[in-house]
């Protein structure tokens, strides 16, 4: 999945015509409507994807993305909580912050290859040496698109964990209606205003529509054929690509 | 967990006295009683675990053993499908006579350290690209005790592949009903006139119960206090030990 797609967009609406697929979101940006980018990227900090994003074209700044590291963090303060971190590296200095001595909760992530078994286990015994278990999922995604080919997200090891430790994982992300609450609210909007754009059915499409705010997948990134005809979940709509997303959006903001 | 304590035993009561925590298994097998060792060792083949075994002073033979390595080839040959192996390299013999050329499912057990991200990918992508995701999982376990702490057993891995593919793993081992059914079979016992005796509340007892038979668990291996209050299983009897439980079954005997 390139960063582009896996950064997914709440919107609500727009106006102005030709977007094309690149420069769609700009093209939102300068219509009248709010923008926000909500991600599951777990991987790298807000401040790299930030950076990344535009050092590939995108007018995107850190006060604009809703990201699931920065919210636990949140959380984490608030409840007096010292995670172990099963994280990748790219993301750790978000965490820098927060006391990780002694831990009492497990805080996991979209790892990678640090998803070994050495890892996972530590996370477990973790868990297993607390009275009370308290396991963070920042998503819990199953999937996603390189260029490689699909790869595992982190939902199916926060699974793992869930099974091995008879517990269920608080999830910090995408489909949590916490998470798109604090994007809208971020952006002054309520949910029956705001219209998601995601390629994933079921954290995009499906956790932003239990919120109460319509959904568009876009058949790019991992979208599978199979997603239009799931049986829990269906799209508001289905476009192409981001490009005919914000068309759609533009005509319906004109009439 | 040692692998006396990994090794678990279905019985069918006993005659005479002085079971003592060494040779156990041997006065059981030296009773006019059936004695038969089921076990869900994914990371050995049989003749190795009986070896070790055999060293370690157990009177065992590979044909009085039921593992899952053995039914999972069954069942495979039966139904001409060739796995893709995410095994311990010390039960590949085991498979020896497969054919894993253009896999049509995927078998996984305990990998231990072979549960790399790398290796979890490749199981997806395998499942991913098939019609009709077939995955078998060697037991389901959650976690087993090693000297060194808890680790992880396949069970969290099954849990993971099941929810990335949006598919449920077939399960051989413990606590299958075939399982038991085939170790019964075995010994030409039916399930009420037979006792399990494990260290596992859910894989031992639950499944041996859940088949008909009685079953006790022992407090030792992965045995947890908080497993004589389980939710959902119930030993007939719990015993400090094997030795305990030799000892309990022969006075039931003698009575």
Redesign the interface.
């Known amino acids: 999945m390139s960063e582009g797609e896996r950064l997914n967009r709440c919107g609500n609406g727009s106006r102005g015509r030709g977007a094309r697929p690149r420069g769609t979101s700009d093209v939102l940006k300068r219509s009248r409507l709010k923008v926000r980018f909500c991600t599951n990227e777990s991987q790298k900090s807000r401040a790299d994807l930030v950076g990344l994003l535009q050092r590939l074209g995108f007018d995107v700044s850190e006060s604009e993305v809703t990201a699931p590291a920065p919210a636990a963090c949140l959380i984490l303060k608030q409840r007096g909580l010292r995670p172990h971190l099963l994280v990748h590296d790219g993301v750790r200095s978000e965490f820098d912050q927060i006391d990780t001595s002694n831990p009492n909760c497990v805080v996991i992530a979209d790892?990678?290859?640090?998803?070994?078994?050495?890892n996972?286990?530590k996370a477990?015994?973790v868990l297993?040496e607390l009275e009370n278990p308290v396991l963070f999922s920042l998503g819990k995604g199953?999937?996603y698109k390189e260029t490689s080919?699909?790869?595992?997200d982190v939902?199916?090891?926060m699974?793992?964990?869930?099974?091995?430790?008879?517990i269920e994982a608080e999830v910090v992300g995408k489909p949590s209606p916490e998470f798109f609450k604090s994007a809208l609210q971020e952006m002054g909007v309520e949910a029956h205003e705001a219209i998601m754009i995601g390629d994933d059915i079921v954290g995009d499409v499906g956790g932003a529509q239990r919120y109460g705010m319509r959904a568009l997948q876009v058949r790019t990134g991992k979208f599978r054929p199979s997603d239009e005809h799931h049986p829990e979940v269906k799209a508001d709509g289905y476009v192409d690509n981001l490009a005919e997303a914000v068309d759609l959006l533009l005509q319906h903001a004109n009439k």
Chains 1, 2 share one sequence.
């Open positions: 790892a990678g290859e640090d998803f070994s078994y050495q996972m286990n477990f015994q297993m199953r999937y080919g699909l790869m595992l939902g199916p090891y699974k793992a964990l869930e099974y091995a430790c008879g």
